[in-house]
């Protein structure tokens, strides 16, 4: 399956991105963080027109997508080891779940709407945006699975002579007088 995986995501970047599988990811995530700012705005109109739980439905995963956008920003651009990437990894495919199962939720919040004869322009809206940051944080994290290795530092290696421990403190012996 990783091999599989591998070569798909490699062909994708041939085609789309030139061969850089970086670049792949870089613009996966582009269009994730678009999506989020799309889902951010609804969620406002949700709250402002719906019942209470369906705005606090809305309202809690807009703020869930604002931290894993920040987190994962951060990840991509800074922290390149293999404890961030795979957190970051964890986290991207419970989001995926999480909009998953929202979809189903604003599928069964517009049915309900309609069967009492009044408009679901907002439960529809928001289901198929739920789905399409489900597909693509699914697949942003089967991409980055697939493609860790080319994120992850190359020389954070505890026997390299750049490796420095953050956790480390540096001794000054005493001076002599």
Known sequence: MGSAMSHYTTALANSLCGGSSRKLIAGWWYSILAVTAILALLS????????MAEGFAAIWSAVMLFVLSIGGTMIM?????SMAVG?????????????FLLFLVYCGYGRDQRLMKLSAKEESLMALF????????????????????????????????????????????????
């Open 87 to 99: 957190f970051f990894m964890g986290g991207v495919v419970a989001m995926s779940q999480l909009f």
């Open 130 to 177: 739920s789905l399409v940051q489900c597909v693509l944080l699914g697949s942003f994290a089967a991409i980055l699975g697939a493609h860790r290795s080319e994120i992850l530092d190359k020389n954070i290696r505890p026997d390299s002579p750049s490796y420095s421990d953050p956790t480390a403190v540096q001794y000054v012996p005493p001076s002599q007088p």
């Open 44 to 51: 406002f109109v949700v709250m402002s027109t719906r019942s």
């Open 77 to 81: 651009r800074k922290f390149h080891n």
